[in-house]
């Protein structure tokens, strides 16, 4: 069975279930964990079936919830290293600070390491204080023999999950360009342009059924667009209406930013790629990501079906909308 469900998708939070075969994947986690789990009960997906999540790239509308599902479910996290290396600053970020308080975490730092050379080694040490030393230290580890190797490793795995907010069970690496496999289902992973480390959107094949992600677009690009040939099923950006964006209420330098070459797709974009170099080849279109601020339902669909119309056929170009607060009813073929 090949199986697709939009569990969210929008500017705040979107995650995706991809399932062939034997296989799940969840495509972003930008909900948190406990709505995520809702989300996936409600259409009828068990989020313990769950076998890896992947990831487009690390605005936190795509990770707010990955760090707490991954622990949970015990499950790999495929990432390209760049978004990877983003993604574990962007939940470690640097504090500002004067040229006061760098002059004297500076003084502190010369006055700790002056301590250190001061300090007795172990060597110094008697024999019996540094054995009890060391017993002390391995007790406070988890390693005395009385415990089990078993419950030891659960302890250090949660100690690390204490002190390193970016832990994971598993991490795996793709590049774009380049094809995985992920148990039942092949993941081909493409550029895509926006304003992140490395992003990226994907083509999922199995059982030969071909299922394409692409939002968060700032314009259509050649390699983006023979991504999206001979697919069965494309969720695609439609973002924000253009008029609604201009006269709306976010600052200038954010309208500028979503409506530049690594922004979002408008719905005049996205319909001018459906009408003019779409193939016409999709059984579902989908459109997604759509500004609760900058955009309407009926706008991004009236646009898209405007430019469908030529295509019109019983098997193919079925047009949905895939909404932030709902899951959408989930696609099987």
Known sequence: MVRFTVLASGSKGNCTVVTGGKTRILVDAGLSC??????????DEDPATLDAIIITHEHSDHVAGLAVTARKLGIPVYFTEGTHRA???WLSPRRQMTYSQWLEQCRSQAVALMAETDAPTIEDCDPEEAEAACEESDL???RDNSEQPEQAHSKKAKKKEQKDPAWLPRVEYFQAGESLQIGDISVSPFTIPHDAADPVGFVFQAEGVRMAVATDLGYMPPNVKAQLKRVDLMLLESNHDLEMLRDGPYPWSVKQRVLSRVGHLSNEATAT??????????????LGHLSESNNLPELARISAERALSGRASLLANRLLLAGQHQPLEPILF
Request: aromatic share 16%; net charge neutral; charged share 35%.
């Open 273 to 286: 790629y459906l009408e003019s170099e779409y193939d016409g080849q999709a059984t579902y279109v989908i």
């Open 87 to 89: 993604w574990v600053r």
């Open 140 to 142: 406070e580890a988890g």
């Open 34 to 43: 406990r709505e995520l789990f809702r989300r996936m009960r409600l259409a």
